[in-house]
């Protein structure tokens, strides 16, 4: 039973990586199909095959979504679904650069979070690792400064990330990941859908647009969600922002490769103080 605990403890991390390279390939490649096609529509189509391919997959899942996690991952769910459309309508009025930043910053809303509500005991140690993930995504993404309502947008989400990081974190131990997962995603289509039948539902235009629509449904969403459901039963929240946002890094990378973008050395810089801050929390951290 030991072996088997250490076991998850060990691959949640690997796991939480993996989900940020798919959602840094994901902010790279779904750019153009929100430039054409509106947010709303876009995300209530991500969030609506997501939560209809986990039903497909488990029809009887039903059974377990008990009033109490309906409540609490429905709950979740609105916290997420406000960060995504908080960060794309942001990302819409301001620079992808400082939109990359601010939506960072979720990395140290997350402990205050913590400690503000939960009244959880954040360690030094911790609030290191914290500042300096904060460093390397300012030389990551940072290209200027200008707060206006876009910046002021993108803010609000990086608050509603870390809550759901809090949230998930409080939430997930002890039920089923799937069915929360369900819930979750179930949540974030009631509320696009809202938004986007209001402003008149656009379909994607073309294959190009419904192709990203099934990867960023499928593996960013459908899959991605599970295993960040499931990491945060084993995983500190303060932990989890940490790794998640190797994101940034990711999408620096794939924006390199894909984008073909040029690499500066304060992109390197950012990137390697990032993967240090992450290892540091993970794997150094004191036992508390």
Not at 54 to 69: D, H, V
Not at 72 to 81: E, I, Q, R, S, W
Not at 107 to 132: R, Y
Not at 218 to 235: D, N, R
Request: with cysteine; glycine share 8%; charged share 10%.
């Amino acid at each position: 039973m030991l072996t088997s605990s250490a076991n998850r403890l060990r691959l949640a991390p690997v796991a939480l990586i993996s989900l940020a390279a798919a959602w840094g390939l994901a902010f790279v490649i779904m750019k153009d199909s929100i430039e054409r096609q509106s947010v709303n529509s876009f995300l209530f189509t991500r969030f609506g095959i997501a939560t209809l391919v986990l039903l497909a997959l488990r029809p009887m899942i039903f059974r377990l979504i008990t009033k109490e996690l309906f409540t609490k991952g429905f709950l979740a769910g609105l916290l997420l679904g406000a960060g995504f459309i908080l960060q794309t309508e942001g990302l819409a009025r301001t620079d992808a650069g400082i939109t990359g930043f601010i939506t960072g910053l979720y990395v140290v809303a997350t402990p205050l979070i913590s400690a503000l509500f939960l009244k959880k005991k954040i360690t030094l140690f911790t609030w290191g690792c914290v500042g300096l993930a904060t460093v390397g995504l300012a030389l990551l993404s940072l290209r200027g400064w200008a707060m206006g309502f876009g910046e002021f947008l993108v803010l609000l989400c990086a608050i509603a990330f870390a809550s759901h990081i809090v949230a998930l974190g409080q939430w997930s131990a002890g039920r089923d990941v799937y069915a929360m997962t369900i819930v979750q995603l179930f949540a974030v289509t009631v509320l696009t859908g809202s938004f986007a039948f209001v402003e008149g539902y656009q379909a994607p235009p073309d294959n190009n647009v419904w192709a990203v629509v099934f990867f960023t449904a499928i593996v960013a969403t459908a899959l991605g969600f599970i295993i960040q459901t499931w990491a945060q039963a084993h995983i500190e929240p303060t932990k989890v922002a940490v790794i998640l946002t190797l994101e940034v890094v990711f999408a620096a990378f794939f924006a390199i490769t894909i984008g073909r973008e040029s690499m500066t050395p304060q992109v390197l810089l950012g990137g390697v103080i990032l993967l240090i801050s992450m290892y540091l929390i993970v794997i150094k951290e004191p036992s508390q």
